[in-house]
């Protein structure tokens, strides 16, 4: 089945550590994109990317860092230089065209919690 | 700069009602619009979209209408069914060959049997 995975579920870590989120997508799509969500709060744009290594900030880029090796692959890593960085991260893809739009499909997220 | 604007964070309705969903946006250059439903803990899962070239989109109990000049769409779910509870969000999008997407703050829809 073609899909969007990100894992962990959930993931725990120690403030002033860098943990990276994985995103994987087999739905052979041009584009991939990094939110964020917070309680009361709608999706926040991180970081996203149109092609293979080449990517561009979002909103809220400061202390995220990511990568575009594969098409398939887009890891953030979320970097100690975050000040709030417990939240629920959300991965999503998308086909590129100059002829129609498209929608967005989105993984199942990842919760992540630090302390 | 919230450029889309969902004003109501909470709406509940009837089942078999009709639930309307609104959302204003600022952005004049905004020319697709889309609509997510999400449960908690999930990734949002695409109901519906609209190009600017149309006022009315329809899917099966799905409506979404757009009226470009006030800046605002909606979205109408009729008959209502219990499984809609959830939280739908509006998007939109400003560009062909980029569809990157400013989400409204979402709207908690209950529907009560």
């Known amino acids: 089945d073609g899909g969007i995975t990100q894992s962990p579920k959930y993931l725990f870590r120690k403030e002033g550590q860098n943990v990276t989120l994985s995103c994987e997508q087999n739905?052979?799509?041009?584009?991939m994109y990094w939110y964020r969500q917070d309680p009361g709060q709608g999706l926040r744009l991180i970081y996203y990317?149109?092609?293979?290594?080449?990517?561009q900030k979002g909103d809220i880029a400061e202390g995220y860092s990511v990568s575009r090796e594969k098409k398939e692959s887009f890891p953030l890593t979320v970097t100690s230089a975050q000040k709030n960085p417990t939240a629920f991260y959300l991965c999503?893809?998308?086909?590129?065209?100059?002829?129609?739009?498209?929608?967005?499909?989105f993984g199942p997220g990842t919760r992540l919690t630090v302390t | 700069d919230q450029q889309v604007k969902q004003n109501s964070p909470s709406l509940s309705v009837q089942e078999g009602r009709i639930s309307i969903l609104n959302c204003d946006y600022t952005n004049s250059m905004f020319d697709y619009f889309l609509w997510y439903k999400k449960y908690p803990a999930e990734g949002p899962t695409f109901l519906i979209s609209i190009s600017s070239i149309k006022d009315k989109n329809e899917d099966g109990r799905f409506t979404v209408f757009l009226n470009k000049s006030a800046k605002h769409l909606s979205l109408h779910i009729v008959p209502s069914q219990p499984g809609d509870s959830a939280v739908y969000f509006c998007a939109a999008s400003a560009n062909f060959g980029n569809e990157k997407l400013t989400f409204g703050t979402g709207t908690r829809l209950t529907i009560i049997p």
């Open positions: 999503a893809s998308s086909l590129i065209s100059t002829l129609d739009r498209h929608e967005q499909y």
């Open positions: 739905l052979n799509h041009d584009a």
């Open positions: 990317s149109q092609i293979v290594n080449d990517f």
